[in-house]
């Protein structure tokens, strides 16, 4: 399984955008998922994550409110809707992907939110 990331971009501080991973492959709806997040200079950080049926969603607190975690399994697609965006969201986001032993990670997309 491949994944690939996009939707990130520039945006000002209380704006929003909408991330998209997409899969390759027949097993996407067995695969929990989830939204990472790295700073620079910073270990990369857990942002919200998805079960395979999409029915168990969880957060990080500082998503907690403004972030939605999504997918649909028809298309092979992760989302990751983020509002009222805030300088400290800056970061390369990247999607994973899960089941037992098995662990893929996208390349990353950025988001810069400026103040």
């Known amino acids: 399984v491949q994944l690939v990331e996009s939707g990130g971009g520039l945006v000002q501080a209380g704006g929003s955008l909408r991330l998209s991973c997409v899969a390759s492959?027949?097993?996407?709806?067995?695969?929990?998922m989830g939204w990472y997040r790295q700073a620079p200079g910073k270990q990369r950080e857990l942002v919200a994550t998805?079960?395979?049926?999409?029915?168990?969603?969880t957060y990080e607190d500082s998503a907690k409110g403004r972030f939605t975690i999504s997918r649909d399994n028809a298309k092979n697609a992760m989302y990751l809707q983020m509002n009222s965006l805030k300088p400290e969201d800056t970061a390369v986001y990247y999607c994973?992907?899960?089941?037992?032993?098995?662990?893929?990670w996208g390349q990353g997309t950025q988001v810069t939110v400026s103040s």
């Open positions: 994973r992907a899960w089941l037992r032993s098995f662990d893929s």
């Open positions: 492959g027949s097993t996407f709806s067995m695969l929990a």
């Open positions: 998805i079960s395979s049926g999409g029915g168990t969603t």
